[in-house]
């Protein structure tokens, strides 16, 4: 069964402080795997989008690493603000549809609060 | 750019009411999606469509119906609503040809069932 497990639930970190979110995955067959940001409210924005054969990208303080390996993916957030306050929600890509288009597993997300 | 837009952004209804949410988006794409989020779950495939006229079901499409007829606009509707319908209810839409098939989320539709 696809799934994307995500730790943890929550976190509350203070201004300034880094941190790390951590997904763990099994999707076949894998296509891609995202890093999304929803603020409260809103709908999920993408940060990060990496391939099987990716193992890092960034996006300002937002650095996402991939395992393809073990099937774990960290999302890693330096000198947080507090407009950081939000859920991050890890979504693994499977090829779907003879590969016209992807399929997304959603993980249930962090929910990261970040304090003065 | 206008994007992609959902309408009402908040709908309160009654049990056995038939309600529409509305999706329109201005870049021409492909694909759209309609996904559900609830506490406790990750957001939830309800239907989605490649084309004007092509649609297909999700993970999650009892109770729900949708169509397009026009490649910019993908309403769904619960012909019945359900206490279990009270979601929060997102579209989606992308563009295959564009290498990962990015997906760009509306706003979100709040639905209450009472």
């Known amino acids: 069964k696809n799934q994307v497990e995500q730790s943890p639930q929550s976190l509350i970190i203070l201004e300034g402080k880094n941190c790390t979110l951590q997904c763990n995955y099994t999707v076949s067959p894998f296509s891609n795997l995202r890093w999304y940001k929803q603020d409260t409210g809103r709908g999920p924005v993408s940060l990060t989008i990496m391939t099987f054969s990716e193992n890092t990208k960034s996006n300002g303080r937002y650095t996402a690493t991939l395992d393809a390996d073990t099937k774990q993916s960290s999302l890693h957030i330096t000198a947080s603000q507090l407009s950081d306050s939000a859920s991050y929600i890890c979504v693994v890509s499977a090829i779907f549809g003879g590969g016209a288009t992807n399929k997304l597993i959603f993980g249930t997300g962090t929910l990261l609060a970040v304090q003065p | 750019d206008a994007g992609i837009t959902q309408s009402p952004r908040y709908k309160i209804t009654e049990t056995g009411r038939q309600v529409t949410l509305m999706c329109h988006q201005t870049w021409s794409h492909s694909y759209m999606f309609w996904y559900r989020q609830d506490l406790g779950h990750g957001l939830r495939l309800i239907y989605y469509s490649a084309a004007a006229d092509i649609t297909d079901k999700g993970e999650v499409p009892d109770g729900y119906v949708v169509s397009r007829s026009k490649t910019e606009n993908f309403p769904l509707t619960l012909e019945s609503a359900t206490r279990s319908q009270t979601s929060v209810y997102f579209c989606?839409?992308?563009?295959?040809?564009?290498?990962?098939?990015?997906?760009?989320f509306g706003p979100g539709t709040r639905l209450t069932v009472t």
């Open positions: 989606a839409s992308s563009e295959p040809g564009q290498g990962v098939h990015e997906q760009y």
